[in-house]
């Protein structure tokens, strides 16, 4: 009876919270929940590592609801359900907030700064907000282990993802190789398709159709390729025009000029006033036609270019179905002229300038001088159209700087070799909601790229390779395996940049006799995040039976835009290091937008403070607007007035419920029978 005596009419549900919390902590209940379940079947669950060194948000919460729920409920059927916290330490999220906060605008500020110092701030902020994030997860009530928690930056850490990439170069997964990527102008590397994935923004480029008047075969000094490009700045270092072999391409004129077009979009390409000659030509029979190129800005060096090319990938769909080649900004491009021999001319540097010096663009960013470029062409009579186009453009995912693609070598994991075996593993996975697994993620896997993992950058995993000038590689998977290399003791080694950079060894190749040194770059730290299911243990060195046990997990979850990010790299890592995925089942959350509808932004002011909304409302609301208040996949609108409606129609019932069972029960006497 007496447990009835101090049930209240009226609740104070964040106190209350607050005293339940208490007890839990007082009581050690989630460690001893966790001993009581020892010996019991594993049901396997990954924490995915946030970064802390931002500030939770309300999504967080979002994610823990689902991330705790499943975990409790297996527990109560009899299950052991582990639950290791994780933090992500690397990667140019942290490099540009301490950029920011010491004032750096780019890679020079820092290596005149000192890799070392400049690393040493990264490594302490990575850990500036963990309280904020332990906060957060106690006061939802989030059970998940946090004094053993996995850092991806931890020296064990690292070796067992040195392990893994030893792995995947040892299969001839991993190499370098020279091509188009997409590059970031701001942080000056390269980024990874499912980087690029993250970062569309819509905006407005000039779409341009340029004559480009052919100076060789039956046309020569009579008409004019017609072309166009949403990229005006890469006519720069235009090496030649692209049309497709088996496409019937028409003269057309106005009566005072000619210009050739693919037939088929002769009309929606020139407009009203023009008619077909009656003169066609196949793009074959066009094979290397020369023409005079659109600007002589920079020099090919008597290379012989500036031609008609062939090349399959050009479609009539839209454009004039005659496409501008510069090999330096364009994987097709670069393809397509390496088959002609044709040169690789790139006037753009790494921080997305033109090159000083330069005539009409000289100095300026690339995206800028499409001002210039345009009005130029339209001086010299050969610009034919100029309108605006709204599209969608890769920008940086972090520091929002419109990318570019840009010639460069790079180490790439070569993910298109074991394609089968990644559809294999997603046809073997529970997707919910079932339609990501054919539809998002499935296309993903459909139109799967090289993983282009390397990075110029500092704070992150190095990549272990190291070459001799020979050019022979050797592919280090521990610092014991570094220790036998070099004769001595680097156990005790920090494996970050600038340390691990002076690292040197005899280079092993039979008869070399060359000092192998290690290569410049670090990795994608999505691959760090993909290698959590063994890299938490330090897996091989420690722990192998416990990864052993515990692979793969039973159960992950996250928000729907990690299907190109956490979820893929998982999966991929998995599948290349143990050819099994790192899951078998993922919930992919959709997002919380504000009350109006809109993204959460601090630019719009609408973003809530977890704490404070649960001080509010009380945990539970929230834990209730999240787990119930919808499908947990489509996109929800959170808000003081959403939250209130849950407390008042489903906890304030709750509780009334048991208020009014607590008055009779006093009046009567009533206890419950112990059990």
Request: with cysteine; glycine share 8%.
């Amino acid at each position: 009876m007496t447990q009835y005596r101090h049930v209240p009419a009226q609740v104070d549900l964040p106190a209350l919270e607050h005293e339940v919390l208490d007890l839990w902590q007082a009581n050690k209940t989630f460690s001893r929940s966790l001993e009581q379940s020892q010996g019991r079947p594993d049901w396997v669950f990954y924490e995915g590592p946030p970064t802390a060194n931002g500030m939770p948000g309300a999504h967080h919460i979002e994610a823990r609801v689902f991330k705790d729920v499943f975990p409790r409920f297996k527990t109560m059927r009899g299950y052991h359900v582990s639950r290791k916290a994780g933090w992500d330490c690397h990667g140019l999220p942290v490099e540009l907030a301490v950029e920011k906060e010491l004032g750096f605008s780019g890679k020079r500020d820092i290596e005149a700064y000192g890799i070392a110092e400049f690393n040493a701030r990264c490594r302490a902020s990575v850990t500036r907000h963990t309280d904020a994030f332990a906060e957060l997860t106690t006061r939802m009530g989030y059970w998940v282990d946090l004094d053993h928690a996995y850092r991806t930056m931890d020296p064990e850490y690292v070796e067992s993802v040195w392990w893994s990439l030893k792995e995947i170069f040892g299969k001839g997964l991993l190499g370098q190789d020279h091509r188009v990527a997409p590059w970031c102008p701001r942080c000056e590397t390269g980024l990874s398709d499912h980087e690029l994935a993250q970062g569309y923004e819509t905006v407005v480029d000039p779409s341009v159709y340029v004559r480009m008047p052919l100076v060789s075969g039956p046309l020569a000094g009579e008409a004019s390729l017609l072309v166009w490009t949403t990229t005006p700045w890469t006519l720069v270092s235009n090496t030649a025009v692209a049309a497709h072999p088996g496409v019937t391409y028409a003269v057309a004129t106005d009566g005072t000029e000619r210009l050739l077009v693919a037939e088929p979009l002769l009309e929606a390409a020139l407009g009203e006033g023009w008619r077909a000659t009656g003169q066609t030509f196949t793009g074959a029979e066009m094979e290397r036609w020369a023409y005079r190129r659109p600007f002589d800005l920079v020099d090919f060096g008597g290379a012989e270019a500036h031609y008609v090319v062939n090349a399959e990938y050009v479609t009539t769909e839209d454009g004039t179905g005659l496409v501008h080649q510069s090999p330096a900004f364009g994987e097709d491009d670069l393809l397509t002229c390496r088959a002609y021999g044709l040169p690789v001319v790139n006037p753009v540097r790494a921080d997305g300038t033109f090159e000083e010096g330069l005539p009409l663009v000289g100095g300026q960013f690339f995206k800028k001088a499409d001002e210039a470029l345009v009005a130029d062409l339209a001086d010299r009579g050969l610009l034919f159209r100029h309108v605006a186009y709204e599209h969608s453009y890769p920008h940086c995912w972090r520091c929002h700087t419109p990318l570019l693609y840009y010639a460069q070598p790079a180490w790439y994991i070569r993910t298109t070799l074991v394609k089968d075996a990644l559809l294999r593993e997603n046809e073997r996975t529970t997707w919910y909601p079932e339609s990501v697994k054919r539809g998002r993620y499935g296309d993903w896997l459909d139109n799967n790229v090289d993983w282009a993992l390397s990075r110029n950058r500092y704070w992150g995993t190095p990549l272990p390779i190291w070459r001799c000038e020979d050019g022979h590689l050797t592919c280090v998977g521990s610092l014991a395996e570094l220790s036998r290399l070099t004769g001595a003791d680097q156990s005790g080694l920090d494996p970050h940049r600038p340390f691990i950079d002076e690292v040197v060894f005899a280079c092993p190749e039979a008869g070399c006799d060359h000092t192998a040194r290690r290569v410049p770059e670090v990795i994608d730290a999505w691959y760090d995040s993909g290698a959590m299911p063994f890299a938490q243990w330090g897996y091989p060195y420690r722990n192998r039976e416990v990864f052993e046990r515990t692979y793969p997990a039973q159960y992950i979850c996250e928000a729907i835009d990690q299907t190109r990010g956490w979820f893929y790299t998982l999966m991929a890592i998995g599948t290349l290091v143990f050819d099994r995925s790192s899951y078998e089942t993922v919930v992919c959350l959709g997002h919380i937008l504000a009350e109006d509808g809109r993204k959460m932004s601090k630019h719009l002011g609408n973003i809530l403070e977890p704490i404070p909304l649960m001080e509010r409302h009380g945990a539970d609301a929230v834990r209730w607007f999240m787990a119930a208040g919808g499908s947990p996949w489509a996109a929800r609108r959170v808000g003081h007035g959403t939250i209130q409606e849950v407390v008042r129609k489903t906890l304030l019932t709750y509780w009334n419920t048991v208020a009014f069972q607590a008055l009779y029960a006093r009046t009567c006497g009533w206890a419950p029978t112990p059990a």
